[in-house]
């Protein structure tokens, strides 16, 4: 993969992730910073982007989001337990929840 293909596919995942971000928060923006990970801070700035912000935001060569799987064990939940699947999501939420939110 070219760098300007890496570049745009970078740019397509910040923006469906920046657009996911605010609708979420526009719609509950408790649950949406529990799930995205991020403080009441960030959901405010993100809420009040522009369209015209998203854009050059999602272009800035970086992505804006990150992994919230530190943990293995996490992971690991969400990935490889087969017994009981609701149960291990549930434990993995309670896990994820423990962990220390993004500060602004």
Known sequence: MK????????RDVNLNYLMLAQNMIQHDKATAVFRLGISRDVADLIENLTPAQILKLAGSGMLVSRFRFDDGMVLNLLTN???????????AAILMAGQAMETA
Do not use: C, G, I, P
Request: charged letters at 35%; proline letters at 0%.
């Open 3 to 10: 760098m300007d293909e890496m570049l745009d596919e970078m």
């Open 81 to 91: 337990y087969t017994k009981d699947r609701a149960l291990a999501q549930s434990h």
